[in-house]
């Protein structure tokens, strides 16, 4: 909802030149708790000219930072990982409240993107160039990773601690500056997540905030000193972003939208495995690129059904902040109406509804709450919309093959690549899944196999647009410029005369 800038509720400012800024805007949009509907503050759909100010004040900061000593940079991130550890209740309190989740998954939604920032200090061991010596008579060559300029990072609104710290970090401790444009719906941990970095000593200009939507997002694509841009969010709006920005000859990677199966062998420890997809199914109420939304049981495990659900069944759904809760509220009544008229879609396409969380069992003083209970839809085929759709909910749809074969051809004829999982407890029934399943990330009695930053995200196909993916390795060469130094110095008169021909000598 866009309104007028009228009511009392507090703004989030704009991060430019190291100074929170009140928007000179006139759209404002509410956050608003999603268990409760309180208007928490207020967001600006920031203009151009304050992207603009931001992509300006992040080009006057490169001048300096891309020069600043890696000791330098990365003690300001291990001052700021200290600095997130020390406000980890705070961050996390603040996290539930403008997105719903529990807070000890909001405590691990801070906690998976502080691990990059603990990467990042070790900057000086990940940006290394390499040398050969001698590549012809008296010539060295070697490289240098430099950074690029400014960089952009486009968030979405289900990671909002996790995903930003997946960006910025890096493209700060590669000697880059930034500009941030964080989701509109719950911006406000992330910008407490930037004043701690601006407090952990990343200089004025180098990290800068903007807000907004489309128009905002837009913008960044266009910008002309913006070098390149990390996006992660639906595959809609990340394909328009990849070719918007590419086309105004930037480097772009996108991470997007996803449909997760875990293929469930009768051979799998059925308690573990049942825990295990329940809780990669629903926690944060199904809203994660990584969530299971798909099992496929394969062969006996067909019988495992009604144990998934009366387990399923005893799951709480409820507010972030109470105590017990498993499952948290909808992102918004959008969102709500959205995964509601999913299931039913689902149901009118044949699907079986085995458990339905559409009015959930609430405590009570939750009415107000976008809440969707667990939903398990069996019988689930290809070709509908629930299978085919990525659902962003706590629905949990059961397809059926016969063979691990049947279950990989499945999957690999989805679009999607971003995860999956596969529960066994054959070594070789596993090794086959990993060397034949066409998905970027795959667990193999992990349910959601996101990797630690020692290695990257690497989500695939429709998932997926840019060759290099966000943190870990990858990221060091998103973030710089591969130069290559050929070089030789003459230590004598000796003329070889001169040469005409391509080699060196
Ligand atoms: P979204 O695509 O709606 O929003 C992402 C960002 O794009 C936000 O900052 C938003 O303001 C902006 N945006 C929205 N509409 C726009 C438009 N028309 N033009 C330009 N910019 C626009 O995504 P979301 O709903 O915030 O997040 C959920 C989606 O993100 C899911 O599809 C999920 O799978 C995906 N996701 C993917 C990953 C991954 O790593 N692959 C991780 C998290 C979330």
Redo the contacts with the bound molecule.
Sequence with gaps: MTTAHTATAPFVPLLIGGRLIESQTTHWTDIVNPATQQVLARVPMATVAEVDAAVQSAAEAFKTWRKTPIGQRSRIFLKYQQLIREHMKELAAMLTAEQGKTLADAEGDVFRGLEVVEHAAGIGNLQLGELANNVAGGVDTYTLLQPLGVCAG??????PAM?PLWMFPMAIATGNTFVL?????DPMVTMRLCELAMEAGVPPGVLNVVH???????AI?DHPTIKAIS????????T??YQRASLAGKRVQC????KNHAVVLPDAHQEQTINALLGAAFGAAG????AVSVAVLVGAARQWVPALVEKAKTLKVGAGDAAGTDVGPL?SCA?KERVTRLIGRGIEEGARLALDGRQPTLASGCAEGNYVGPTILAGVKPGMSVYDE?I?GPVLCLAEAETLDDAIAMINANPNG?GTAVFTQSGAAARKFQEEIDVGQVGINVPIPVPVPLFS?S?SRA??LGDLG?YGKQVVLFYTQTKTVTARWFDDDTSGGVNTTISLK
Excluded: D, L, Y
Aim: aromatic fraction near 10%.
């Design positions: 486009i968030t979405p609104f289900n990671f995903i444009k964080p989701s509109e719906q907004g939507a489309e128009e905002v997002v837009n694509c996006f992660v969010g639906s595959t809609r709006v990340g328009h972003v991470m997007m939208g996803a809203q994660r690129c990584m992102i969102a990525e962003f971003n995200f989500g998932s997926k966000p």
